[in-house]
Each structure stands twice: as C-alpha cells, then as structure tokens.
C-alpha cells in the first residue's frame, strides 16, 4: 500500500509538472521523507525528477529551444555540482526562507515585465544559470525559479516546458553524479527513483493534453498561482 501511494502520488505530480513544468516535488517529497528517511528521498527525488523531465522533453521535443537550454546550462551545471557538494553545511531553514520570499516576490515583477514587454537574452541566462544551478543542488528544487527564468526569456507553454526541462536534466544529472561521487547513491536508491520516475513520465504526458486546452492568459495565472503557493509552503517549512 505504500509503494502503491508513491505510485498514485507520481502520477498526479508528474501531471501537474507536466502542466506548469515544476511542483512535483512539492507533492511527492513530504511522501518520500515519511517512507524512506530524508537521507534518500533528496537523490531518489533527483532521479524521479530527470525522468519526469524527460516526459516533458519528449512530449514537447519539437517546440524546445536548445539555444536558450543550452546558454543556461553552460553555468547552471557547474553551479549544480557545487551546490550539491555544499548542500549538508547550510543551516536548517535557511535557504527555505530566502527562497519563499523571492518566489513571492517573482509574482509581481513577472507581472511588471510582462506589462512593460521586457525579456531576457540569451547572455542573462548564462549568467543567471550559474546561482540557480547553485540553489537546485542546494536543495530539493527550483523549478520555480526557473519557471519565471524562461518565461522572461519570452517563452510560453509547449516551448517554456520543453526548453525549462531540457536543462533541468543537465542540471539533476549533475546532482546525481555528484551523489554517486561522494557514496550517496546506493543501488536500492536508483531503483526508488526510477520507480517514482515512471510514474511522473506519464504524468508529463498527461499533463500535455490540458496545457494545448489552456489559454495563454489562463496558463500565466496558473505560473502565478503556482508561485504563490511555493513560496507560502516554503516559508512554512522554514519557520515551523
């Protein structure tokens, strides 16, 4: 019965990350920490995740934009492995509190970008790529740093999901080996990952069919919403 909730529990947040292209770790992560102790959900939830991730890519392979995937993981993966080798000197709570307020505060300056029709080029995704790749090793995710990062870069729905989980697959591959390189990735955890990872691939391609039914306007309130919801959450986890 409990694999049996992980399963259930994939399937529902690889659909909505298939939707808004982050929040599956928001809802599988409380799961994962009950079942196998957070010493193994942070790298079963990394394994999950590029598979998750791999959903989207397939699903949206023809809309990607590869120069804007690749201009962020030119420093995004370094920044990864960094923030993965640092990730058990940060004090409990910490990074969690900094990160729900900024995610507030994305709201309205997405907003305000949008109204004054301002984007972000190539060469700000290079350099903003190297501290968001920090913080995704830091903790458990960032997709919703991200989503705001390639959506003021100007893309939307297909080519926003595709493009934000092409790189993120560089980025979590990164993690990952850094976890095998310091003996925190036994085989009993690749297995865990690829199991929930199963389950959030099919979400990702459920989760295709309701963003084509979304209006533009429809989906920047869903990114809103999400957002809101991150940070909320997260600034709960720190302070409770």
Known sequence: MDYLLVLVAGLLAGTLGGIVGTGSSLVLMPILVVMFGP??????????????NLG???????????RACFA??????PGA???????????????????????LSLIPVRRWLAKHELKL?????????????????LVVSTGPLTVPLFTFYGLERGAFL?????????????KVATFQAFGAFPL??????LMVGLTLMAGSFA???????LSPGAYRSLIDGLMLCSGLSLIWAAVR
């Open 39 to 52: 010493r193994h959900a942070v790298p079963i939830m990394a394994v999950a995740a590029i598979m998750g």
């Open 56 to 66: 989207r890519v397939l699903a949206w392979r023809r809309e990607i934009d590869w």
């Open 72 to 77: 962020y993981c030119a420093t995004a993966v």
């Open 81 to 103: 492995v960094l923030g993965a080798r640092l990730l058990l000197a940060i004090p409990p709570g910490v990074a969690e509190l900094a990160l729900g307020i900024f995610f």
């Open 121 to 137: 080029s190539l060469v700000h995704l290079v350099l903003l790529g190297g501290p968001l790749g920090l913080l995704t090793g």
């Open 162 to 174: 595709g493009t934000e989980a092409a790189g993120s697959i560089g980025v979590y591959l990164a």
């Open 188 to 193: 009993e955890v690749l297995v865990q990952g």
């Open 207 to 213: 989760g295709r069919y309701i963003v084509l039914a």
